[in-house]
């Protein structure tokens, strides 16, 4: 399966700090997405990394993707309460396959 | 635009019923995928389309699952005779190209089979 694993399954944080989320896969992919979910809603695409590319930004967000380990991470840096939901790694073969995610929580 | 569009945005029925629910995809995109979500299970993929032709089917669960895609503006995921165990929230996604690219997800469906 190319499903990907998310480690921690659960973090919590004070606002301002930084937030660590690491998602490791088995297979080789096409690209690697990390998604958010707040609660009760449906899943939002934060930012995609293709298999040629290592690092990726967009505003607070920076992705990194080492495909000799099979491994991605997202940083949420100065986290705010807002930022807290739950954060999802997409792995891209033939299909898009989600992990089980990573709980975030941000205390104000 | 109005996004992935999917009704009833709740659904409470009982054990034996037929449930249908329907996803609105995005304008201009030419795949749609059913996704179902559970505590236990996760995100778990169950049908998905292009050009409104299933191509993989192979995480709808059994023979009471069934999908349709009659145009490129309408799906729908079908269960008969739905079972408490089905209960879970039920999402529709659509994308620009295969299966590869950025999903934009609807507001999900939310099932409980009692």
């Known amino acids: 399966s190319q499903q990907g694993e998310e480690d921690p399954q659960a973090l919590s944080i004070q606002e301002g700090e930084n937030a660590t989320m690491n998602c490791s896969y088995k297979t080789s992919i096409n690209n690697l997405q990390w998604y958010r979910q707040n609660s009760g809603r449906g899943l939002v695409h934060l930012i995609l990394i293709r298999s040629n590319e290592r690092e990726k930004h967009s505003g607070r967000l920076r992705v990194t993707l080492d495909t000799s380990k099979k491994s991605s991470s997202l940083l949420i840096t100065a986290s705010r309460a807002a930022d807290t939901a739950s954060y999802f790694c997409?792995?891209?073969?033939?299909?898009?396959?989600f992990g089980g995610g990573t709980r975030l929580m941000v205390k104000p | 635009d109005a996004g992935v569009i999917q009704s009833p945005r709740h659904e409470v029925t009982e054990m034996g019923q037929e449930v249908t629910l329907r996803c609105k995809p995005i304008s201009g995109h030419n795949s749609l995928f059913w996704y179902r979500q559970t505590m236990m299970r996760g995100l778990e993929l169950l049908i998905y389309?292009?050009?409104?032709?299933?191509?993989?089917d192979s995480g709808m669960p059994e023979d009471r699952f069934s999908a349709k895609m009659p145009n490129a503006s309408f799906s729908t995921l079908k269960i008969q005779p739905s079972e408490p165990r089905d209960s879970a929230v039920y999402f529709c996604?659509?994308?620009?190209?295969?299966?590869?690219?950025?999903?934009?997800f609807g507001s999900g469906t939310q099932l409980s089979v009692l």
């Open positions: 997409a792995i891209a073969g033939n299909m898009l396959t």
């Open positions: 389309f292009n050009n409104n032709v299933p191509i993989d």
């Open positions: 996604a659509s994308s620009l190209g295969t299966g590869g690219e950025k999903l934009f």
